[in-house]
């Protein structure tokens, strides 16, 4: 299999189908993903804010393996800009910008 695209949805894709075809048994199956950067995720420059649910469920172990998630989500602000200033607007649990529980990571590094 040819994965175009070496960020987090091509990782995803590659890491999830090599996942699958060992647990039925096929060590031999080839996973290849083309990058068009020099390094895998060497063209996304943005920080993210991350929610790890789907990592938990790709790689239970990421923590144990080293996954550079070092920087927890400590606060939230959020606000409204003006010319002249800025409007605090609350930010409560459930809310789509409540990011407790989540990371601060740069999606190149990752």
Known sequence: VVIVGGG?????????LKQ??????NEEFRVCVIEKSATVGGHILSGACLEPRALNE???DWQ??????NT?????KFAFLTSSGRIPI??????????HGNY???MGHF
């Open 72 to 76: 927890p989500v400590t606060e939230d």
């Open 64 to 69: 144990e393996k080293g996954a550079p998630l």
């Open 90 to 99: 609350p930010i409560l649990p459930g809310f789509p910008m409540h990011n």
């Open 58 to 60: 790709l790689i239970p």
């Open 104 to 106: 601060i990571v740069r």
């Open 20 to 25: 699958l075809a060992n647990q039925a048994g």
């Open 8 to 16: 987090p949805a091509g990782m995803s894709a590659a890491i999830r």
